[in-house]
């Protein structure tokens, strides 16, 4: 049974930083595509990064792309989302995903 559970989340202030953690069970994170999501409020859900299996591609929305990183850990089988200069359009649920299975989700709050 495929199994996601995300972490990290909290209120933080525009221009800082977080790191989101999906803790993965039921599949190793290095042999599948995983990505992470983000639903901000009022809002349908939006593709935020991928990291794929093998040579671990990585792939970033524009709105993103500079400031968000995405790594996994083999070992411990965790995919991780490293944000940096957080903006306040950034507030969201950010879930974890690998084919159609999700985790609860995780929320971010960017404000002052």
């Known amino acids: 049974e495929v199994q996601l559970v995300e972490s990290g989340g909290g209120l933080v202030q525009p221009g800082g930083s977080l790191r989101l953690s999906c803790v993965a069970s039921g599949f190793t994170v290095s042999g599948y595509n995983v990505r992470w999501l983000r639903q901000a409020p009022g809002k349908g859900l939006e593709w935020v990064s991928s990291i794929t299996s093998g040579a671990s591609g990585t792939l970033y929305a524009d709105s993103v792309k500079g400031r968000f990183t995405i790594t996994r850990d083999n070992v411990k089988n965790i995919v991780y989302l490293q944000m940096n200069n957080l903006k306040p359009e950034d507030t969201a649920v950010y879930y974890c995903?690998?084919?159609?299975?999700r985790g609860q989700g995780t929320q971010v709050i960017v404000s002052s």
């Open positions: 995903s690998q084919g159609s299975e």
